[in-house]
């Protein structure tokens, strides 16, 4: 079972940037599709990013699409989400998952979350 640990998070200014880090432990995401998801208080899991194995295909959210970028990095088995432009809206926790369809397009394709890092856009 591989084990998510998720860093990067903070408070950024709207119209800022910011690159998440999801680090694997306990095993290699190169046998896992990979993403991200968030969730803001009071409301639902939301899609947010997904990667497939080989890294040649990637399928954001409508929210962020344009804004944000999705890699893998195999040598160090993370997953990085660059975020930019950001704004309010954008405001919640985010997880990154292991996944086994062939692209994550929806929080219901991810099976293991990691604990999570806190991204607040606020002047």
């Known amino acids: 079972q591989v084990t998510l640990v998720e860093s990067g998070g903070g408070l950024v200014q709207p119209g800022g940037s910011l690159t998440l880090s999801c680090a694997a432990s306990?095993?290699?995401?190169?046998?896992?599709?990979m993403g991200w998801v968030r969730q803001a208080p009071g409301k639902e899991r939301e899609f947010v990013a997904g990667?497939?194995?080989?890294?040649?295909?990637?399928h954001y959210g409508d929210s962020v699409k344009g804004r944000f970028t999705i890699f893998r990095h195999p040598a160090n088995n993370t997953v990085t989400l660059r975020m930019t432009s950001l704004r309010s809206e954008d405001t919640a926790t985010y997880y990154c998952g292991t996944s086994t369809s062939t692209l994550p397009m929806r929080v219901a394709s991810f099976q293991s979350w990691g604990q999570g890092t806190q991204v607040t856009v606020s002047s």
């Open positions: 306990g095993g290699t995401i190169s046998s896992y599709a």
């Open positions: 990667i497939n194995r080989s890294a040649f295909a990637t």
